[in-house]
């Protein structure tokens, strides 16, 4: 088996799991319009999906801890591609939220279990270099689906978007089915295949404690944070506030992506070199940047496509720093429970990012203070915590050289 194949598998998992978030973002408007909801009611969809996104990845790593990664990948994706083929059709929209909430358990197994099958086949600087291949995925999905979800609404109705992912699906459970064997270690094979709940939950709180998981884990939940933040908020700044059309906001996610890519490929080509506590660092100073410079257009009272969009350029390229070394090291800390410890990375980065939309829909239209100044607020959060965890790094490495 190529590493190459394992890569392929990780960055598919990660463009369905964020697809299924965000490719219907330029249709939020009209989905809110056929259901007869408000904005905040739109907005909740995406909530319902990071939801089952993230408690699912809880149930997913344990599994395939104890009963393999392949059978365990299979059965997620065709129960995603499943769950988006039935969003095509559906017509209540306590229904419609339902599968979103099922859709998103069955993106949870493509993300946790695809992470724990890199951990199982590389280590160390090697694994955040990998992870940084899946990171220019997730940042592919993070500007590409809007964009394509901005080009469907052009010639076809916004349920198009959940067919597009259905075929998608289906296509990644083929591949699994073709092309990728078992990766869990040998020696894993000995543990029960029954999960015991009390087991689970017992592995699960004691990563939940250590600070080798927590420090990074938080750090990806917060910078994956700002960006979801941002994603809810401004649909509706930027198309209902500013009268952006859905096809120029889908086009304008495009320079998002291009920015997480910045970052995603700083960490695969200097991680080895530089290390993962200074690229944690530069990402930091990039997420504050960005906050800063959309408070000062707020208070200057300039609230334009222009005040939206570039403060966040930064963010973004912090983003695609921090996000693959967050989700790199939990699992590196823990070789014996890669599952485990990439799945409840996955739960706290995607219920984190639920709660950050969440955050959106209390926060004013067409309105730029609130937005910089929650941002900002996540920001220090984040630079204090990156800050601790590369003094520990730092004491890691001094430790190791002795």
Do not use: H
């Given at each position: 088996?190529?590493?190459?194949?394992?890569?392929l598998?990780?960055?598919?998992?990660?463009?369905?799991?964020?697809?299924?978030?965000?490719?219907?973002?330029?249709?939020?408007?009209?989905?809110?319009?056929?259901?007869?909801?408000g904005?905040?009611?739109?907005?909740?969809?995406?909530?319902?999906?990071?939801?089952?996104?993230?408690?699912?990845?809880?149930?997913?790593?344990?599994?395939?801890?104890?009963?393999?990664?392949?059978p365990?990948?299979?059965?997620?994706?065709?129960?995603?591609?499943?769950?988006?083929?039935?969003?095509?059709?559906?017509?209540?929209?306590?229904?419609?939220?339902?599968?979103?909430?099922?859709?998103g358990?069955?993106?949870?197994?493509?993300t946790?279990?695809?992470?724990a099958?890199?951990?199982?086949?590389f280590?160390?600087?090697r694994?955040?270099?990998?992870?940084?291949?899946?990171?220019?995925?997730?940042?592919?999905?993070?500007?590409?689906?809007?964009?394509?979800?901005?080009?469907?609404?052009?010639?076809?109705?916004?349920?198009?978007d959940?067919?597009?992912?259905?075929?998608?699906?289906?296509?990644?459970?083929?591949?699994?089915?073709?092309?990728?064997?078992e990766?869990?270690?040998?020696?894993?094979?000995?543990?029960?295949?029954?999960?015991?709940?009390a087991?689970?939950?017992?592995?699960?709180?004691?990563l939940?404690?250590?600070?080798?998981?927590?420090l990074?884990?938080?750090?990806?939940?917060?910078?994956?944070?700002?960006?979801?933040?941002?994603?809810?908020?401004?649909?509706?700044?930027?198309?209902?506030?500013?009268?952006?059309?859905?096809?120029?906001?889908?086009?304008?996610?495009?320079?998002?992506?291009?920015?997480?890519?910045?970052?995603?490929i700083?960490?695969?080509?200097?991680?080895?070199?530089?290390?993962?506590?200074?690229?944690?660092?530069?990402?930091?100073?990039?997420?504050?940047?960005?906050?800063?410079?959309?408070?000062?257009?707020a208070?200057?009272?300039?609230?334009?496509?222009?005040?939206?969009?570039?403060?966040?350029?930064?963010?973004?390229?912090?983003?695609?720093?921090?996000?693959?070394?967050?989700?790199?090291?939990?699992m590196?800390?823990?070789?014996?429970?890669?599952?485990?410890?990439?799945?409840?990375?996955?739960?706290?980065?995607?219920?984190?990012?639920?709660?950050?939309?969440?955050?959106?829909?209390?926060?004013?239209?067409?309105?730029?203070l609130?937005?910089?100044?929650?941002?900002?607020?996540?920001?220090?959060?984040?630079?204090?915590?990156?800050?601790?965890?590369?003094?520990?790094?730092?004491e890691?490495?001094?430790?190791?050289?002795r």
């Amino acid at each position: 088996m190529g590493s190459w194949t394992v890569i392929l598998f990780a960055c598919l998992g990660a463009v369905l799991g964020q697809s299924g978030m965000f490719i219907d973002l330029p249709s939020l408007p009209d989905l809110a319009a056929d259901f007869r909801i408000g904005g905040a009611g739109a907005q909740a969809t995406i909530a319902s999906y990071a939801l089952g996104y993230g408690l699912s990845q809880l149930l997913w790593g344990a599994l395939a801890d104890r009963c393999g990664r392949r059978p365990v990948a299979l059965v997620g994706m065709l129960l995603f591609a499943v769950a988006s083929l039935a969003l095509c059709v559906v017509t209540g929209f306590a229904s419609f939220q339902a599968l979103r909430l099922l859709q998103g358990v069955g993106a949870g197994c493509g993300t946790s279990v695809s992470r724990a099958t890199l951990r199982d086949v590389f280590s160390d600087r090697r694994l955040a270099q990998a992870m940084s291949w899946v990171s220019v995925c997730f940042a592919g999905a993070l500007g590409f689906a809007p964009f394509v979800g901005g080009q469907i609404a052009q010639i076809a109705p916004w349920r198009a978007d959940f067919l597009l992912l259905a075929a998608v699906a289906a296509a990644t459970a083929a591949f699994l089915a073709i092309a990728l064997p078992e990766t869990r270690p040998a020696e894993a094979g000995q543990r029960p295949k029954k999960p015991r709940p009390a087991r689970i939950v017992a592995d699960y709180v004691r990563l939940l404690v250590d600070p080798r998981f927590l420090l990074p884990a938080a750090i990806c939940a917060l910078a994956t944070g700002m960006i979801a933040l941002y994603d809810a908020v401004s649909p509706f700044d930027l198309e209902s506030g500013l009268g952006l059309s859905r096809t120029a906001f889908g086009n304008l996610s495009l320079s998002l992506t291009g920015a997480y890519l910045v970052g995603a490929i700083v960490v695969n080509r200097g991680v080895v070199r530089l290390g993962q506590g200074r690229l944690l660092a530069l990402g930091a100073v990039c997420a504050l940047v960005g906050p800063v410079l959309m408070l000062l257009a707020a208070l200057a009272g300039w609230f334009s496509v222009a005040s939206v969009l570039l403060p966040m350029l930064p963010v973004v390229v912090g983003g695609g720093l921090m996000i693959p070394i967050g989700l790199a090291m939990p699992m590196q800390a823990f070789p014996e429970r890669a599952g485990a410890a990439s799945a409840l990375t996955g739960f706290l980065q995607q219920e984190g990012s639920g709660l950050f939309v969440a955050l959106g829909a209390m926060l004013p239209a067409a309105r730029l203070l609130p937005l910089a100044m929650a941002l900002l607020a996540i920001a220090l959060v984040l630079a204090l915590l990156v800050g601790v965890y590369g003094r520990r790094l730092q004491e890691l490495a001094g430790a190791g050289g002795r």
